[in-house]
């Protein structure tokens, strides 16, 4: 012991040490700890260092710290170190750091009050809870209520959970919550809500019993053990509760901020109803009894809300309106009561003021006389021996009689109320098991403790006393089991304080006998009580300042209680007048609430004083005649009683314990009160059970466990094949102390303390093994780096070297390059140097020569110019004088010539004027004329010569003359210019001057606008450029606007895609969601359907009359079934009723009515999804319908119109055969050879009768032709129903025939009129007619053997008649298109005005409001198009459906009537003998293949050997997939072959319930399952495949098509059949479920598939599932065979590869589900290794569904939070960065779901950190914004909603072969 002292104790080691505030505190040793120190030198957590002084008696060390990875345990006792610093911790790190309120202590549930509601009850939970081991899950009320539940059905031994706590701790809910779990989990068995009204009871009690203290808003002032009832099946059946200790003195007294029962403040609070006027009731503070604490209102509490929560309770409980009246009155009545102030008479007497008016309103209420109850209430009777006096009491007696009366009134009133629920749980049936729930006081300690106190206390006592027992038993019992040495170990045993308080001479039986005697008193107690204890029990003392009181040891602590009202209380005395005035009342409730007086012979009677107990089970004896003596029994005595027989129930049951614990005194969130918190613990016994754990070997490890997680304190050579043998040897060199551990048979047991030395050892040795890899690694990487930095260092050296040497170079290079440029470049310098000088000589010599030049140019220009000057003035003056000379001379010679003309004109007038002048002037004219023509000719050429020469001098003279002209222009120019220059040089001279003033004046201003122009400029370029900003913001903006246009029509683009994704995914999870309800029900339906055969089967066994046959009731029907079918059953379901109808009238009523309401509202349910489904189809049928109903009536006017065509037709053949009769007398009259010769009378007559009759027969056979195609048409379109069902029109038409001759025609017509084409007889040739007629007499007869001339007129009326009906349909289709145009026309106005409408809102819109109102409209628009287009097409795709069906049906009727007729024909007179059936026409078998024949006696016979006696694995094996199915096909098909509706139906109704009825036989067998989940399938398949529907035929062979079902539409009767198989798939489901579900913890979380990578940690009593795999554990192996046995059984069986898909992904989704939500409940598994392990195994499953190519399935997704989960696990959670990745991760989980794998992440070696609460906040915050469930698990129950895409066999169904061994023989293929 000291050398493990002196390891434990060394520098860093830690420890608790007490603290005032705290209650302990931790701290740090900084020095080593040796045997003679006298302190310990410690440092605590906030650095203050300090010494602790060490008792020097005693030497006790403070106690050890656990190690950190053992703090936050499920479970106390997994603990190292096992005392009271330890548990606190513990119990405070769950608390407030993981938010955790349960604990397991060995077998206590503690349960801290979290003040706060927390998502931890709902149904989810209790599913995972269900069916758990109780250490396999994390601590929970449900857990301890899922053990009792186990225990109790597999031992067959009654439970009791004992829940106790102070008030305030949360007793009341934790019993609410282990209530609802035994009504969820194992349901009514009566479905008579009895677990309704077990939990209606709650607010009932509380009402009543709850009142608001100090400590508590709604704390229980009583004790009660509900014990709920189960039958052998284990489903509830009832319950009946028991109360104890009601605190009667509350109803009239409270303590301040205390309240009276709840019940009085919902009354006052309700005063103002209808109901309770005649109550005169009035607020709280109105009344004593409710206005005492001051405190009338609790916060947040709506007390007439809760009043009517209690009348519905009331309700439900089976206590009617007018009993809850009368309670009400009862109730108002105390009020009133306490509200009568009695007033002192005298010193020893009181009075009540007449007229009291609370006293009248409580006679009133309670129909007593006013008088008798003022008398008895200030006076009472004394009887002696002889006489009988009436004494008066003085006003304080008077005033504690009053109280003591409404006590009793109020504790009567609970006694009935607790009866009458008691009476509304019980049931008739019989109680095989039951669970009790006791919800009872803890330890009560106040600064005043009294009498109640007292009995609390006691009943603690007791409690405590069993509790140790059982615990001490337990421990026990393990020891001996694991066979190691056991001594006894010293545990406190509380019977002394018990025997103090109960044995003969106890504080009990004291108090008993003061209270008889006369002058007892409170003080005389107490002298007695310290005379007979004081000295002989160490347990009883005396406080040192008080005689009047005493002290009690208790288990949990010392209390002081006060004498003072001790005997009072006990006595609990009542005037018996007064009882005797309210028995005489004439209120019947309160008659009925004393009734029992006279009956009691128990204490449940009343509840005397301040507590009773009732027990309504309990009947009275009937041996007693009086109660005298009963009713004398104090308080106490019955207290004790009644506590006896709880103790007797208790030890007769399976006991279970939770403790509850108030963290608080505020009702504060998660605040957690460490001094409060030991108060509680020392007081409920759960530091007790940590002391009697510690006492012998807490901790248990197997030997797998043990050698697992300390292999690495062991060496190699000490590992030995057998675990066991090494772990002794290990642990002998370990622990020198033999004492500190056992070895038992698989476990190995430590004491208090082993464990931590062990882990520090491992510690230790990983720590060491630690540093030396460090060590070795530190080596490595520092010898890496020194030859690293070598290696660069002579690296840099060499690179330096060379560097400088190339430097070196350089220069050299450089100087040398350096002297060759000096020398060029001076050689160069003085080149230019001479250059520049010669240059400038040059220039100077050029400019001075140019320059002399230039002025003697001048000078010589300046001359030259002179003359020339001087030249053209002198000409100019010349030429100006000879044209003035030359103007005068021309002038002159005019004016002479003019004269001259004149004179000669006037000479030659006066000449013209004379004849004879021109008579002599022609004389000779010719002659001259002649000579002038000659002379003029030679003139001409003469001309011509003197004209060419003049041309030519002309043309020299002209250039001469031009030449001249010019110069002469030239120098006239020049003279003016000198002359004008001349004048012009002083005034040019004086504008020079005058300009160069303009021009500095210019210049001026030239520079003044050039400065205003530059500053223009400026200011311009200054605006362009502003301008050109101004334009590039411009551009900027408008690009920006084009890019915010486009990303807005992008954004709004991807948003409507979005919006369209969403509203399709939407609308798919719709429609899943809406096959996930309709399933549902299927589900639910078939649960009644077996619930009701269950039920009718018990009803059968329990009459004993055998039932011949599987009978169901009409539930079972599918809306398919005939109505012969469905009343034949119900007549059976007729017959069994009135069998068992004696049976029945004993039955629970309302359990068949509401078995029966339930089956109905369930088929109104489904029938409306039915007729939802079936709605359009409807439609479509009514207006079917509507056309069928307008066509026979059109069909009627036609048969009339053909009535008479028949008359007209009739009297037109008479016609003709009084023509063909002539004919033949006048052929028969002929007896000459040749009377029938050509040219002959008769000849010609008849020639021309043939030739017309013969063209008119061409002429109606062409018409006969294209009569019957249209007739074909016609009857295309017949309703399928009429073909069945009606006669047909040919039958109608026969029936209309009047006599044998129109029958015989009638036959014929119709014979011929269905003769294929092929039969039809050419038309006669003129020479065979004239062969007839030329034959002999008999012969003529074959005239009209054919019916032509029938024929002829029968065609002529159905022309008519078709046209008359082409006309009606013609006219009808004009109708609805006109309709349906002005409904178009009517919609567009609609449409008109809505857009319209729209506009006018959207323009009052913002742009991008408008925008998105536009889209949101175009979508709405397109989306309802849609919509509309797509029941348009599928009502018209079911319409070309069914009118191919139809013409499939006609046309096959129409040739097998040909075929028939053909066959059939007979002559003339042989139809005219034999009657005639036109209905049934014969009809000629065809060689059909793919059929089955059987007989109708064969049915059941088909059905049994292929159903229910058929053993699938012999089927999957050795046949081909699916051939039941094919073969009820071929059976169904040639019942449809042979138009047999009946035999239709009942083979598809025996098959569906012969299919129901194997299912729920064999239902637990997967092979079963599967095989007709994959026959239903196929089965269904077939219906589709072979329906004649063209979408079902597009992958069909024509040999296929030609397989299809002729005659019937079993459209309906797959939907039934679709609906077996979803009721066939979840049942396979629940198969493979139940299969997998103990595989899935075991295989997915508890093995470890990867060995090594977590270690095991110490677990306390509550143990866990080993997760090293031994024989009988489940890995991961066993989940994969699992699977892969699945899969290749249902591949075997011919299952859809698209239903395994599914099959596989719900498996998976159940395998991700159960194994999050265990990872969720249970804080072992989550750690580092154990998300590894996770991640590994769902590797696995992936590369399961890789091979099986299912990795398209959807599985993979369905383990998308199981995969999260584990990363989880495994990622940093430190730092902001981490929290946002963990955000961005986890994505598949919620919010809840992360924060608690944050708070249960644990770490399984101290080298790991636990996650940080500030992290968790901050992980919370990021997270707040999610729109999720607050549902923390997933739902397991969950199927998805199941499809069954069309899959087509290619199978021939010709070449099946039906096996020997199906029994099948009487079968025949057709």
């Not at 990487?781 to 690179?799: D, E, N």
């Not at 000449?911 to 003139?939: P, T, W, Y």
């Not at 009536?1193 to 009297?1211: D, T």
């Not at 006048?1226 to 050509?1238: D, E, N, R, V």
Request: proline content about 3%; glycine content about 4%.
């Amino acid at each position: 012991m000291n050398r493990e002292l002196e390891f434990m104790f060394v520098q860093s080691a830690r420890v608790w040490i007490p603290d005032a505030e705290e209650v302990w505190k931790s701290a740090e040793l900084t020095k080593d700890y040796k045997n003679d120190d006298a302190s310990l030198h410690l440092m605590l957590e906030d650095g203050t260092t300090i010494d602790h002084k060490l008792d020097p008696k005693t030497k006790n060390l403070p106690y050890l710290r656990n190690p950190d990875i053992l703090v936050g345990e499920n479970d106390l006792t997994a603990l190292s170190y096992l005392h009271e610093p330890a548990v606190l911790h513990n119990l405070k790190v769950r608390f407030i750091d993981s938010k955790l309120i349960y604990t397991y202590c060995g077998i206590v549930l503690v349960a801290i009050n979290p003040y706060e509601t927390l998502p931890i009850y709902g149904t989810d939970i209790i599913n995972a809870y269900s069916g758990q081991n109780m250490g396999d899950m994390d601590p929970h009320i449900f857990a301890v209520a899922e053990e009792a539940y186990k225990q109790m059905a597999r031992d067959e031994r009654n439970q009791s959970i004992i829940v106790s706590g102070e008030s305030g701790a949360g007793k009341t809910v934790s019993a609410k919550y282990a209530m609802r779990y035994f009504a969820t989990v194992s349901g009514s068995a009566s479905e008579a809500n009895v677990e309704e009204k077990v939990l209606a009871s709650n607010p009932i009690m509380e009402a009543i019993g709850n009142a608001k203290t100090t400590r508590n808003d709604n704390s229980s002032r009583f004790g009660k053990y509900i014990e709920i009832g189960f039958d052998n099946r284990y489903r509830i059946i009832g319950a009946n509760m028991r109360t104890y200790l009601l605190e009667k003195s509350r109803v009239v007294f409270q303590a301040d901020e205390e309240r009276n029962y709840h019940i009085f403040y919902q009354l006052c609070a309700s005063a103002n109803q209808p109901e309770f006027k005649n109550l005169r009731l009035s607020t709280a503070n109105d009344f004593l009894y409710t206005r005492q604490g001051r405190s009338p209102v609790i916060e947040g509490v709506d007390d007439a809300k809760e009043l009517r929560t209690t009348r519905h309770a009331f309700t439900l409980l089976g206590i009617n309106e007018s009993y809850q009246i009368g309670l009400f009155q009862v109730l108002a009545a105390i009020l009133h009561l306490g509200n009568v102030e009695i007033k002192d008479r005298d010193s020893d007497s009181s009075i009540i003021a007449p007229n009291n008016r609370h006293l009248t309103a409580f006679c009133e209420l309670v129909g007593v006389t006013y008088q008798d109850m003022s008398q008895w209430l200030c006076h009472r009777k004394l009887k002696t021996a002889t006489e009988t006096y009436i004494k008066p009491l003085p006003r304080l007696q008077a005033t504690n009689a009053r109280d003591a009366l409404s006590k009793h009134i109020y504790a009567k009133l609970f006694n009935w109320i607790v009866e009458h629920v008691n009476k509304a749980l019980v049931t008739n049936v019989k109680q095989h098991s039951f669970i009790g729930v006791l919800d009872i006081y803890g330890f009560e300690t106040f600064e005043i403790n009294s009498f109640e106190q007292f009995c609390i206390n006691y009943a603690n006592e007791k409690l405590q006393q069993q509790f140790n027992m059982h615990v001490f038993k337990l421990e026990q019992e393990e020891y001996m089991k694991e066979q190691i040495p056991w001594t006894l170990i010293d545990f406190y045993d509380n019977q002394p304080c018990i025997n103090l308080i109960e044995a003969k001479m106890g504080i009990l039986d004291l108090l008993d006998e003061e209270c008889k005697m006369p002058k007892g008193s409170d003080d005389s107690w107490a002298q007695k009580l310290y005379n007979t204890h004081l000295k002989t029990c160490s347990l009883f003392e005396k406080p040192r300042m008080s005689n009047r009181a005493f002290i009690i040891q208790h288990f949990a602590d010392k209390v002081e209680y006060q004498c003072e009202g001790f005997l009072e209380k006990n006595k609990d005395t009542v005037n018996e007048e007064q009882i005797h005035v309210l028995k005489a009342s004439k209120f019947d409730l309160l008659v009925e609430l004393f009734q029992d007086e006279e009956k009691a012979t128990t204490p449940t009677g009343q509840v005397p004083g301040t507590g009773g107990r009732t027990r309504l089970s309990i009947k009275p004896d009937k041996g007693r005649d009086t109660s005298s003596k009963e009713h004398k029994k104090t308080v106490g005595c019955q207290f004790r009683n009644s506590l006896q027989m709880l103790m007797e129930t208790l030890n007769a049951t399976t006991p279970h314990y939770v403790r509850c614990i108030k963290p608080n005194d505020f009702k504060l969130a998660f605040s957690f009160d460490p001094k409060r918190a030991v108060q509680q613990l020392r007081a409920c016994g759960v530091l007790e059970t940590i002391r009697i754990s510690a006492a012998g070997f807490p901790s248990r490890w197997t030997y797998q466990e043990f050698f697992s997680r300390y292999r690495v304190l062991m060496k190699q050579k000490d590992v030995l094949p057998d675990k066991k043998l090494t772990c002794k040897n290990v642990l002998e060199k370990l622990v020198q102390d033999q004492d500190k551990y056992q070895f038992g048979k698989t476990k190995i047991f430590f004491r208090a303390g082993q464990v931590a030395y062990l882990e520090k050892l491992r510690a230790d040795k990983l720590r060491a093994a630690c540093i030396r890899i460090q060590k070795t690694i530190r080596c490595w990487l520092a010898r890496k780096k020194y030859l690293r930095q070598r290696s660069a260092a002579i690296t840099i050296q060499r690179f330096t070297r060379g560097h400088q040497a190339r430097c070196l170079a350089k220069f050299l290079r450089r100087t040398q390059a350096a002297t060759t440029i000096q020398k060029y470049q001076r050689m160069c310098a003085e080149r230019k140097r001479f250059r520049q000088k010669q240059a400038a000589a040059l220039a100077m010599q050029t400019i001075l020569r140019a320059y002399m030049a230039r002025q003697k140019y001048q000078a010589l220009l300046r001359e030259h110019k002179a003359v020339t000057i001087q030249k053209h003035v002198r000409g100019w003056l010349a030429r100006c004088w000879y044209k003035r000379c030359l103007e005068a001379i021309v002038y002159l010679q005019c004016c002479i010539r003019r004269m001259r003309a004149k004179r000669e004109l006037k000479k030659l007038k006066i000449e013209a004027r004379s004849v004879e002048h021109f008579k002599k002037l022609n004389k000779g004219m010719e002659n001259k004329i002649m000579q002038l023509q000659r002379k003029i000719d030679e003139q001409n050429k003469d001309n011509r010569v003197i004209s060419e020469r003049l041309v030519s001098l002309e043309s020299s003279y002209a250039t001469e003359s031009e030449r001249m002209r010019g110069e002469l222009g030239r120098l006239r120019g020049v003279e003016e210019d000198a002359k004008n220059k001349a004048n012009q040089v002083s005034s040019l001279l004086e504008e020079l001057e005058k300009l160069r003033k303009e021009l500095s004046v210019t210049q001026q201003e030239k520079k003044t606008i050039e400065d205003w122009a530059q500053k223009y400029r400026d200011e311009m370029e200054k605006m362009v450029s502003e301008l050109k900003d101004q334009n590039g913001l411009l551009k900027k903006e408008k690009d920006d606007l084009n890019r915010m246009i486009q990303e807005q029509s992008q954004q709004m683009t991807e948003k409507m895609t979005r919006a369209i994704a969403q509203e399709t995914q939407q609308l798919e999870t719709d429609l899943n969601e809406e096959r996930s309800r309709y399933q549902n029900l299927l589900t639910e339906h078939l649960r009644l359907e077996e619930k009701y055969d269950d039920l009718k089967e018990e009803l059968a066994h329990s009459t004993s009359v055998s039932k011949p046959g599987h009978r169901r009731t009409d539930s079972t029907h599918s809306s398919n079934e005939s109505e012969y079918t469905y009343n034949s059953e119900y007549a059976e379901l007729e017959d069994g009723s009135r069998v068992g109808e004696d049976v029945t009238r004993g039955m629970d009523t309302s359990l068949t009515l509401k078995l029966q309401k339930r089956v109905t509202e369930l088929e109104q349910e489904k029938q409306s999804l039915r007729n939802e489904l079936e709605n359009r189809e409807e439609q479509f049928q009514r207006a079917r319908a509507r056309d069928d109903a307008q066509f026979r009536k059109a069909r009627g006017a036609e048969l009339e119109y053909e009535s008479l065509k028949r008359q007209e037709l009739e009297s037109e053949n008479k016609k003709l055969r009084h023509d063909l009769a002539e004919m033949r007398q006048s052929l028969l009259g002929s007896a000459a050879a040749g009377a029938g010769a050509p040219g002959s009378p008769a000849y010609k007559v008849l020639l021309d009768q043939l030739n017309a009759s013969c063209e008119e027969l061409e002429v109606r056979k062409e018409e006969v032709l294209i009569l019957r195609s249209q007739l074909v048409s016609q009857k295309e379109a017949l309703h399928h129903k009429e073909t069945m069902t009606e006669p047909s029109v040919f039958a109608q038409d026969v029936n209309k025939l009047k006599d044998a001759d129109e029958l015989k025609q009638a036959y014929v017509g119709v014979k011929d009129t269905n003769r294929s084409p092929r039969s039809v007889r050419p038309a006669l040739e003129v020479s065979d007619l004239l062969s007839r007629l030329r034959s002999a007499a008999p012969d003529l007869h074959r005239l009209n053997e054919d019916g032509e001339l029938w024929l002829v007129n029968q065609g002529l009326k159905e022309t008519t008649r078709l046209l008359e009906q082409q006309l009606q349909a013609q006219r009808r289709t004009y109708d609805s298109e006109v309709e349906s145009l002005r409904g178009e026309l009517q919609n567009v106005k609609e449409e008109n005005n809505r857009q319209q409408q729209l506009l006018a809102q959207n323009l009052q819109l913002p742009p991008e409001a408008r925008i998105e109102a536009s889209l949101q409209h175009e979508i709405t628009r397109l989306t309802n198009e849609n919509l509309d287009l797509m029941e348009q097409l599928e009502k018209q795709d079911r319409t070309i459906r069914k009118l191919k069906k139809q013409l499939k049906v006609y046309s096959k009727r129409i040739g097998e009537m040909g075929a028939g007729q053909t066959e059939g024909q007979t002559s003339p007179g042989q139809m005219v003998e034999e009657p005639i059936h036109p209905v049934n026409i014969p009809r000629r078998e065809k060689d059909f293949q793919g059929m089955l024949e059987y007989k109708k006696e064969d049915e059941m016979k088909l059905v049994k050997n292929l159903i229910l006696e058929l053993k699938p694995r012999g089927v999957a094996v050795n046949l081909i997939p699916g051939l039941p199915a094919y073969i009820l096909f071929m059976c169904l098909r040639h019942a449809d072959y042979v138009n047999d509706d009946q035999k239709v139906r009942t083979l598809l109704t025996s098959t569906i319930n012969s299919i129901k009825k194997i299912l729920k036989k064999r239902g637990d067998d997967f092979e079963t399952v599967s095989f007709w989940l994959a026959n239903t399938c196929r089965f269904l398949h077939c219906l589709k495949q072979y329906s004649g529907d063209e979408a079902f035929m597009k992958h069909n062979t024509s040999r296929q098509n030609e397989h299809c079902l002729s005659n019937f539409d079993l459209a309906e009767y797959r939907q039934v059949i679709s609906d077996l198989a979803i009721q066939i798939y979840q049942q396979l489901v629940k198969c493979m479920e139940n299969i997998l579900q103990p595989m899935i913890v075991s295989g997915m979380l508890e093995h470890e598939t990867i060995q090594g990578v977590s270690g095991v940690k110490p677990t306390g009593l509550r143990k866990r599932t080993s997760s090293i795999a031994d024989e009988g554990t489940y890995t991961l192996d066993s989940i994969l065979r699992q699977l892969s046995a699945f899969h290749s059984t249902m591949c075997q069986h011919g299952t859809d590869p698209e239903l395994i898909k599914q099959v596989v992904k719900q498996l998976f989704y159940i395998i991700g589900a159960v194994t999050l939500n265990n990872l969720l409940l249970r804080k072992d598994m989550c750690s580092w290794s154990k998300g590894m392990q996770i991640r590994y195994n769902v590797s696995q499953l992936e590369e399961w569904l890789r091979d099986k190519g299912l990795m398209n399935c959807g599985a993979k997704e369905t383990l998308e939070p199981l995969i999260q989960a584990a990363q989880l696990l495994q990622v940093k959670k430190k730092t902001d960065e981490d929290a946002e990745a963990i955000c961005s991760m986890c994505h598949a989980l919620t919010t809840a779901q992360i924060v608690k794998v944050l708070n249960l992440y644990t770490p399984v070696n101290e080298f790991e950190e636990r996650v940080s609460v500030a992290f968790i906040r901050t992980i919370q915050t990021r997270l707040r914004d999610r729109c999720e469930s607050p549902q923390l698990l997933m739902d397991t129950k969950m199927i998805y909603p199941v499809t069954f895409p069309f899959n087509p066999s290619s199978l021939a169904l010709e070449t099946i072969q039906i096996p020997t061994s199906l029994n099948l023989s009487f079968l025949t293929r057709v």
